[in-house]
């Protein structure tokens, strides 16, 4: 059904209609990527995939987001195309850093957190050089290819209808219903999701860059699962840390990962009212400069 341009709601249907061609074109990539990783779907309780193959899946998610978005755009694919997307080559070194330190500060004061108040425990230390290259890897496709869907189409797009703080919002909770399916999953783990599309998208509604949140959700699923041993949103892989939990609880966030506890909310919630103090102050010190 075809939507008139002045409809104030456009936005929304165009964010919303893009996740089953979304599902139909990755899913096809990643069918391909198992095929060709050696990986059986019809085996995989008895041979799970292997990180190898997981990171083949998840470069074929990139490709597939990428082409999936870009045919929605109606762009071919160019660098002024991926400008567009959110890749703009300003303050690049500067928002990478900062998304980089911002997901360890918080990984890593949950994690020491949670050892002081004996939520977790420290079992062993596992090092595997090639695991954690893998990891990296893959983690830097997950944060790219969700970044570009969520922050780069949908958010960009509920910007062009709806009020940026708004546009923010409804960003966030189809962020958090697109791991509806996640293993764990659970109401807790979805509100602490949509704020964390809150936090991943607060720097794109002022800059309209997606560096920061790339850098930010990389730090955070590579320091939470690959350095301190907690599940990536229900999902395990190989963790440098192998910890164990007195109990599953909403402080440590059981199998889901530390992302679905209530100590993760606090600390996006600080740091999501810092990223907005800061931009407000900056446009306010601007104008009054402006002004004299």
Not at 117 to 126: G, L, M, P, T
Not at 129 to 140: A, D, Q, R, S, W
Not at 192 to 207: N, R
Not at 229 to 236: R, T, Y
Request: charged residues 10%.
């Amino acid at each position: 059904m075809k939507i008139p341009f002045n409809d104030k709601h456009q936005g929304l249907y165009k964010a919303v209609t893009i996740i089953l061609p979304y599902i139909f074109i990755v899913g096809s990539l990643q069918v391909l990527a198992a095929y060709f990783s050696g990986y059986d779907y019809m085996h995989r309780d008895t041979f799970p995939r292997t990180s190898l193959q997981t990171f083949f899946s998840s470069f074929a998610t990139v490709i597939g987001t990428v082409v999936t978005v870009l045919l929605f755009q109606k762009k071919k694919i160019d660098l002024k195309s991926f400008g567009r997307l959110g890749f703009q080559t300003i303050s690049v070194k500067k928002e990478l850093i900062l998304g980089l330190l911002l997901g360890f500060v918080i990984m890593s004061t949950g994690f020491l957190s949670l050892l002081l108040i004996n939520e977790i425990s420290i079992q062993s230390i596992h090092f595997n050089l090639t695991e954690l290259l893998l990891n990296v890897g893959l983690f830097i496709c997950v944060a790219i290819s969700e970044e570009i869907l969520c922050r780069g189409y949908m958010l960009s797009t509920l910007m062009k209808s709806y009020n940026k703080y708004v546009a923010l919002a409804i960003s966030a909770l189809l962020f958090s219903l697109l791991h509806i399916a996640n293993d764990f999953i659970s109401i807790l783990n979805l509100f602490d999701l949509f704020i964390a599309g809150i936090l991943l998208g607060i720097c794109y509604i002022f800059t309209r860059r997606l560096w920061f949140a790339i850098a930010l959700h990389f730090s955070w699923n590579f320091f939470q699962g690959t350095i301190f041993g907690f599940n990536v949103s229900g999902n395990d892989h190989y963790s440098l840390l192998q910890i164990n939990y007195s109990n599953p609880s909403i402080w440590n966030g059981g199998g889901f990962g530390f992302e679905g506890s209530v100590l993760s909310i606090v600390f996006q919630v600080v740091a999501i009212y810092l990223i907005y103090d800061h931009y407000n102050n900056k446009r306010f010190k601007l104008s009054l400069a402006n002004f004299l």
